[in-house]
């Protein structure tokens, strides 16, 4: 990570935990929607790494707050299109579940039940490092599509590939670490007063956000179809 | 809502050296010349003898092993890439996979002289075969039970005992076995790896055929059987230590998310450019699986390159990467029809599939150990 992003992303984290009490307004007054404009014209110059990562801190902290659609409308001068909204939804995804991850070991380590902590019960550890699998996907697929639309100079088109991949993997993520998530906090992370449905609810939201899987599916599909078995391989390796 | 959040996987650059297309392009061309060898399923527990030697005159083998033992000093790197195209094609690498992939690196690492300069060439020509011989009766997954023995004698070290599941042990020329070296030792303690050349007296393998009908892996009994002192790998009484090691070299590599690339490639060309949208839907969601995990596996190789130790991102690939292959057959059997008289590419590539896949989630270590090892990682245990 490079100095600048370091540097970004802690003030995302600071700007965010505000936003999450003030609304939009801390987000602008810090001058996010800038982040991908060039430094020539007053932005910021950063890369969609960049976006990546701070898009990740706004899924863990701030999951329902559309920070990325502020952020790459600036840049585009307009509405936010599918594949931009799908990456956007990827990138929060990746926070979303590791802050979600992370409530799951915390509760996990100090619950207790039956003498001890929920977390040295060998079924509790084999669900939660699939949820952790998951988790590392979707990070994955999100920092390699991020790396993909650097490589573009942002065109979505020219990414196509790679966003689709990583949206298609996000939802099939969710689906299963959001079940998960619920599973291990068992009842009190169904209610209201716990904070795992501010995660939850979102990701399971974002699953149809911006193209569900039959959209992406068959995006995808579609242009792998016309590439042929070994096409796909010639293509996957050249990108 | 404050949330302690990390990067569960950090993405790391994959920036091998050199030309990596005109390294791709020469792997594609030897594959081309090898053309009815191909379309392998499962591949790299199919051997062909013939094959690897072409391979290792070709230059694809021993890549990362030092020009004095036959090796071409290429970087990890680009060996990974010569590995990944040979996979996606189905060859039969089989004969030479585990020579190449871990005990070389072993015996480079850890060897005595002797042992380097007697197996490395062979093993760089593709024409010297290793087995591992770490399951015995009653140590699986538990593999600190190992009760094989090395006694030290005035001849040199004495081996008896019994090795289990030992893949390609009827086709190597030597076991790599963990060996319990420290008599009354225990649990992980007092173990050594030793070089056991498989033509050596007192050595008897007996096959065990598999659900398939094929004949992969194997009992091996060792009746006080002498090795020099030259065949004890390492230091006496880490074994342990080494041998855990060399599990980590096997658990990243594309080979847990290509070995059955072929299926896919049968998948997509029997589909057409215009297939219907559930095929489209599931050409879109393997593919889409595929790109994900080879992102993980790139990344992960490109750690151990760098010389870090990615315990746990290389278990995350193993487990993620068997449950795809694991399931890809039964993915394609429930869209595509294929009734058992069919026998086109597809139809066979998927029947073969169908009975091999149970072992992808019990070979180099079991899903729920490697789950172990992940919640580990997590903190859980």
């Known amino acids: 990570m490079s100095e600048q992003r370091a540097l970004l992303c802690d003030t995302a984290e600071a700007v965010f935990a505000e936003a999450a009490t003030l609304g939009m307004a801390p987000v602008e007054e810090a001058g996010f929607g800038q982040l991908l404009l060039a430094e020539a014209d007053g932005g910021f110059g950063g890369d969609w790494g960049d976006l990546f990562a701070v898009l990740r801190i706004a899924g863990a902290n701030v999951p329902s707050m559309a920070i990325g659609e502020h952020i790459v409308g600036q840049w585009l001068g307009g509405e936010v299109t599918k594949p931009y909204g799908a990456f956007i939804r990827v990138a929060q995804a990746a926070g979303a579940m590791d802050a979600a991850l992370a409530m799951s070991i915390d509760y996990v380590n100090t619950r207790q039940q039956f003498g001890k902590p929920l977390g040295k019960f060998q079924a509790v550890q084999q669900v939660l490092a699939v949820f952790a699998v998951e988790a590392a996907a979707v990070n994955v697929a999100g920092a390699a599509a991020a790396a993909a639309l650097d490589r573009a100079a942002g065109d979505a088109e020219t990414a196509l590939f790679e966003i689709a991949c990583a949206k298609l993997r996000t939802n099939k993520a969710i689906g299963q670490a959001t079940a998960i998530a619920h599973q291990v906090h068992g009842a009190i992370g169904f209610t209201r007063e716990y904070d795992l449905h501010k995660l939850t609810g979102p990701l399971l939201d974002w699953r149809s956000d911006h193209g569900n899987d039959a959209y992406w599916g068959n995006v995808l599909g579609t242009k792998v179809a016309k590439l042929g078995g070994a096409g796909l391989w010639a293509d996957i390796t050249a990108r | ?381």
């Open chain 2, 1 to 381: 809502m404050a949330v302690n959040m990390q990067q569960s996987f950090s993405i790391y650059p994959f920036d091998p050296p050199g030309d990596v297309a005109a390294l791709r392009a020469e792997v594609r061309a030897f594959l081309a010349a090898h053309e009815p060898k191909l379309g392998v399923p499962n591949c790299w527990v199919v051997g062909d003898p013939e094959f690897s030697s072409a391979l290792g005159a070709a230059g694809f083998l021993g890549m990362i092993l030092p020009k004095t033992v036959g090796g071409h000093e290429r970087h990890p790197l680009e060996r990974y890439v010569v590995i990944e195209e040979l996979l996606a094609a189905g060859a039969p690498v089989g004969a030479h996979w585990i020579a190449d992939r871990q005990t070389a690196p072993l015996i480079l690492r850890y060897g005595s002289e002797e042992a380097k300069t007697r197996y490395l060439p062979g093993i760089c020509k593709g024409q010297l075969y290793t087995c591992i011989g770490l399951s015995e009766p009653g140590a699986g997954s538990d593999l600190a039970a190992v009760r094989t023995t090395a006694r030290y004698t005035l001849d040199g070290w004495r081996i008896s005992g019994q090795k289990i599941w030992t893949s390609g042990a009827h086709m190597s020329h030597v076991m790599l076995a963990l060996v319990r070296s420290e008599e009354g030792s225990e649990r992980n303690a007092g173990l050594s790896q030793f070089l056991i050349p498989m033509d050596a007296p007192g050595i008897t393998i007996r096959p065990i055929i598999d659900m398939g009908g094929d004949h992969h892996f194997n009992e091996v009994f060792f009746d006080d059987v002498l090795l020099p002192e030259w065949a004890m790998v390492g230091a006496r009484g880490q074994g342990w230590a080494q041998a855990t090691a060399e599990l980590a070299l096997e658990r990243s590599g594309p080979e847990r998310y290509l070995s059955s690339h072929v299926l896919m490639t049968a998948l997509i060309d029997a589909a057409g450019p215009d297939p219907d949208l559930q095929i489209k839907g599931l050409i879109g969601e393997l593919t889409a699986e595929l790109w994900t995990l080879r992102q993980m596996s790139l990344s992960t190789a490109a750690k151990l390159a760098a010389g870090e130790d990615p315990m746990v991102e290389a278990s995350m690939v193993k487990d993620l990467g068997n449950s795809f292959e694991q399931a890809l057959p039964q993915r394609v059997q429930a869209l595509v029809d294929c009734p058992s008289t069919r026998d086109d590419d597809l139809a066979r590539l998927m029947r073969a599939l169908l009975i091999a896949a149970p072992s992808f989630s019990l070979r180099g270590g079991t899903r729920e150990i490697i789950r172990g090892i992940i919640a580990r990682g997590l903190g859980l245990r």
